[in-house]
């Protein structure tokens, strides 16, 4: 086993060999690259793991960390042009890449990416060369697929090295629990969308109310109203105020939670998943007990609430589809076998996948064939392998497979925003907000799970187009994890990685950018110049038949409400939309909802819409309101 010492002085050997590397490919224009990667990776690092030196808890991962705020000034809304916060560099609406550019292979062959992956390769060895533990991660982004794994330990943890050295790789399968629900949504859009394709009647979305899905669906009388209220959505975000596992762990006091657990005596372990084990069943419990919050109040998890999904899209298939499966076939049929996901299920172990499963060492599920019904809830089993592929094809590529992207842009939203400005509730998702070194603030939508002895965690950054894998098998026994034994911890794992790629990456998309739209563009005609200022692509200037374009823009503005200040003066912001090439115009310093399309050509092409094309192996500015097609020199 290495020490640390000696990883980290590995971690500087692989550091100098990339550089090098990459050195011998680009001569001087490396040196100034490398130059500014040092810099930015340093000031992102710094910007996106430290966000308030006074956290109390240090425990917090990094990425959760927010800035103690200001002594309240009394004004709720800062909107006074003298605001502080107006003129600081934190208050820009910087967009994010363009979506276009989110498949470009140039994101991964960076400088700044190959550092951060190095340094995840060597801080990944240092935190886990003596940890009993199994651990697979895969990292994926939409240009390549998978970029980066690494596994650490044994299959078989509770049999010794000498009887099973096999070792975790990225065909391991591993229970995901309830990373399940994840897949319970996906079913949804999936017939939501196979429905539409078929003009079949009624329609299902997310919206739809869970009664007209699964009439059998009841609550106690005096919840009626409330229960015709609940849908799909609610059910998926665990806003539909439904208990955790209902009728699941009973207990007569809490004399009854052992500490430490003894084998046969533990409630909350074997005398889980022995209730509600058929539909008939669980509806029946369910109809009995209170609605422990109001319908669409506040997210409160509930795996119950999944199972009732799992039944409401089981009941709708079965009517499109006049075919009557269970739920694990059906998500066989419908998303892993078109996906390609062979070593990932739900239901029994199928025998010829049983040499991939990774046991634990200590008590564990991993041999517990759920009931079906608690399928949708927490299941599955899965593998580092598939579920990049389930992110890539899914959640990142321009194009999913199985969903529309409208499906997906919907799906990839938060729905409860929580008081503590970090963390939000989606369908299903988890998300924590990023904060990049330009100050903009993203969601990266989590979804964990952990059933006793394995715990997982998947994670997507659409914006910046990858995503994270992260899956544990716990290899101490269970009196060391009584006595306090340390275990990986798939959520931390995930922080370390999102804080050291995203910024990385964030680098990358920015030379992108400046490299292929930077510039003068001219003909005969006139001229248009295009800067990277403040992390925005900013048109400073265009002019053609002597016609000042961002002049007449502002003059457009003034005839609403007489002569104002220039909102065009210092140039606007160019945000690039998800169609090939094509670039909308906004004020600088707003939002992209500030455009300037209110007129448009006959055609319908907006005074906002700028085009960029090659055109003979030079970028080419396109721009109809003026007849200007200009080349960049």
């Not at 308030?52 to 002594?71: A, E, G, H």
């Not at 029946?284 to 039944?311: A, C, R």
């Amino acid at each position: 086993m290495e020490s640390r010492p000696l990883l980290n002085e590995k971690l500087t050997t692989m550091t100098e060999e990339v550089e090098v590397d990459v050195k011998k490919k680009s001569g001087k224009k490396w040196l100034m690259n490398t130059c500014w990667t040092a810099i930015g990776f340093s000031v992102g690092m710094f910007l996106t793991l430290y966000v308030v030196k006074d956290t109390p808890n240090p425990s917090i991962p990094p990425l959760q960390r927010r800035q103690t705020p200001n002594l309240y000034s009394g004004n709720t809304i800062l909107a006074s042009d003298s605001s502080p916060i107006l003129n600081s560099p934190q208050w820009r609406c910087v967009p994010p890449p363009p979506p276009f550019l989110l498949d470009d292979p140039r994101v991964i062959q960076h400088p700044a990416v190959k550092l951060a992956l190095a340094q995840l390769e060597l801080t990944l060895k240092a935190d886990t060369f003596s940890s009993k533990d199994a651990l697979s991660i895969s990292i994926v982004h939409s240009s390549k697929g998978k970029i980066y794994e690494f596994h650490h330990g044994r299959k078989r943890l509770n049999e010794s090295a000498h009887v099973s050295p096999a070792k975790v790789d990225g065909n391991s399968i591993y229970r995901i629990a309830s990373v399940s629900k994840v897949f319970a949504v996906l079913e949804a859009l999936v017939l939501s969308r196979q429905a539409q394709l078929k003009k079949f009647v009624p329609e299902l979305t997310l919206e739809s109310r869970l009664q007209d899905v699964l009439p059998e669906f009841k609550l106690p009388r005096k919840f009626k109203d409330e229960a015709g209220d609940i849908t799909l959505g609610q059910l998926g975000s665990h806003r539909a105020g439904i208990g955790r596992d209902m009728g699941e762990m009973i207990i007569n006091s809490t004399a009854d939670i052992i500490w430490p657990p003894v084998p046969g005596q533990d409630t909350f372990i074997e005398k889980y998943y022995q209730h509600n084990t058929s539909p008939r069943e669980l509806l029946n419990t369910v109809s009995k007990n209170d609605l422990i919050w109001q319908v669409g109040e506040t997210p409160s998890y509930s795996n119950t609430g999944f199972s009732i999904l799992g039944l409401a899209t089981g009941n709708y298939r079965k009517k499109l589809k006049k075919e009557t499966k269970s739920w694990a076939s059906s998500i066989k049929k419908d998303i892993f076998d078109p996906l390609n996901m062979g070593h990932t299920f739900a239901g029994a172990i199928p025998c010829a996948l049983r040499k991939d499963i990774v046991t634990p060492n200590s008590r564990n599920m991993v041999d517990l064939t759920v009931p079906a019904v608690h399928d949708p809830a927490g299941g599955i089993f899965s593998t580092t392998n598939d579920l990049a592929t389930f992110l890539r094809k899914i959640l990142l590529s321009r194009s999913p497979l199985l969903i529309s992207p409208s499906q997906r842009l919907n799906w990839l939203r938060s729905i409860h925003y929580n008081t503590d400005a970090i963390t939000s509730v989606g369908i299903p998702w988890e998300s924590y907000r990023a904060i990049m070194p330009d100050y903009a603030a993203y969601n990266i939508y989590f979804k964990g799970g952990g059933l006793p002895g394995q715990l997982s965690q998947i994670s997507a950054f659409p914006e910046f187009g990858y995503g994270v894998t992260v899956l544990t098998s716990l290899g101490s026994t269970d009196s060391e994890l009584v006595a306090g034994a340390a275990t990986t911890d798939p959520l931390a794992l995930s922080f370390t990685i999102h804080n050291t790629l995203a910024p990385a990456i964030w680098k990358a998309y920015n030379s992108i950018v400046t490299d292929d739209y930077v510039g003068t563009y001219t003909s005969p005609d006139g001229i248009a110049r295009i800067a990277f200022e403040n992390e925005i692509l900013t048109l400073k200037e265009l002019k053609i038949h002597g016609v000042d374009a961002l002049s007449k823009a502002d003059q457009l503005i003034w005839r609403q409400g007489g002569k104002q200040v220039s909102i065009f003066g210092y140039g606007a912001g160019l945000i690039g939309t998800g169609f090939e090439g094509k670039f909308r115009a906004a004020p600088l310093f707003t939002c992209v909802w500030s455009g300037f399309d209110i007129a448009t050509t006959k055609s319908g092409w907006g005074l906002d819409l700028f085009v960029f094309k090659k055109v003979n192996g030079k970028m080419t500015l396109f721009y109809e309101p003026m007849r200007g097609k200009l080349v960049k020199q």
